[in-house]
T-cell receptor, first 110, second 116 residues
Framework: AQRVTQPEKLLSVFKGAPVELKCNYSYSGSPELFWYVQYSRQRLQLLLRHISRESIKGFTADLNKGETSFHLKKPFAQEEDSAMYYCALRGHNYGQNFVFGPGTRLSVLP | ETGVTQSPTHLIKTRGQQVTLRCSSQSGHNTVSWYQQALGQGPQFIFQYYREEENGRGNFPPRFSGLQFPNYSSELNVNALELDDSALYLC?????WGSGADNEQFFGPGTRLTVL
């Protein structure tokens, strides 16, 4: 069964501190992994995807197939990073749906 | 280019009633997915429509049904509403499968449904 877990409901860090939001998944095969973000009073939007190997707003995420993890990291958190973060996966086959984790609320304190 | 829109914004219904939620996809997108997001949880996939056909469904009962129209807009219908159906309902549109951009979903603002 496809499943995404995010162990932390809430993560608070001080501005300038490193941040890591954890994501683990279970999937029989090689899924595509994503991080979505929802800022206050805004809609859910894509932050980054593992296949792009990109850094967006200073965030990176590495897919670790051995540990089935896709943790989101940023070396120096900013107050504007405060938001709700959702990890999601999707299979490669046609019609495969997205499976979202429960989300982690990141609060960056001044 | 217009983004995904949903209507209504909020809705209050009583148990046993029926509800229809509407979604207009982003320009150029022919795939629409619907999600239910209960309070404190991540979005849960309900179903997806591609070219007016359902081509994927999550673990939701048949009283959740949908439609997609030739202009790719979509409806979510829920019959015999239950208290647990109270949630934010999200619609997301994406590019055609295989286009290379099909793995990015663009979400609407959601419809908040309250069942009393």
């Amino acid at each position: 069964a496809q499943r995404v877990t995010q162990p932390e409901k809430l993560l608070s860090v001080f501005k300038g501190a490193p941040v890591e939001l954890k994501c683990n998944y279970s999937y029989s095969g090689s899924p595509e992994l994503f991080w979505y973000v929802q800022y206050s009073r805004q809609r859910l939007q894509l932050l980054l995807r593992h296949i792009s190997r990109e850094s967006i707003k200073g965030f990176t995420a590495d897919l670790n197939k051995g540990e089935t993890s896709f943790h989101l990291k940023k070396p120096f958190a900013q107050e504007e990073d405060s938001a709700m973060y959702y990890c999601a996966l999707r299979g490669h086959n046609y019609g495969q749906n997205f499976v979202f984790g429960p989300g982690t609320r990141l609060s960056v304190l001044p | 280019e217009t983004g995904v829109t949903q209507s209504p914004t909020h809705l209050i219904k009583t148990r046993g009633q029926q509800v229809t939620l509407r979604c207009s996809s982003q320009s150029g997108h022919n795939t629409v997915s619907w999600y239910q997001q209960a309070l404190g949880q991540g979005p849960q996939f309900i179903f997806q429509y591609y070219r007016e056909e359902e081509n994927g469904r999550g673990n939701f009962p048949p009283r959740f049904s949908g439609l997609q129209f030739p202009n790719y807009s979509s409806e979510l219908n829920v019959n015999a509403l239950e208290l647990d159906d109270s949630a934010l309902y999200l619609c997301a549109s994406s590019s055609p499968w295989g286009s290379g951009a099909d793995n990015e979903q663009f979400f609407g603002p959601g419809t908040r449904l309250t069942v009393l």
